[in-house]
């Protein structure tokens, strides 16, 4: 599934993921800067923060708590992105990766 990390420079990355992974994972893998992953996907350390789209599935409460603890500002799109699942219909989204 190919997927677009933009970074808050307007570069744009695209990764190619299997569908089953995170978003998180597919970011790590691709060295992508800006997302680390910490806690390995255990929604303990918001370094996997990313903005996604206008009418992307909001977070879980959980994932939204967690969210507060995100180094970089809080939007209305955030999201940790090893709480989003990657299947066929995420094909071409563009996540932008906090500065
Ligand atoms: Fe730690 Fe997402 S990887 S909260």
Redesign the pocket.
Known sequence: VPLIFRQSDGSETPVEVQSGRTV?EAAVMAGIPGIE????????????HVYAPEGFEAPGDYEAD?LDFAESPRRETSR????IKVMPELAGTVFEVPA
């Open positions: 998180m992953g910490e806690c390995g996907g255990s929604l303990s350390c918001a370094t996997c967690m940790l992105s090893c709480q």
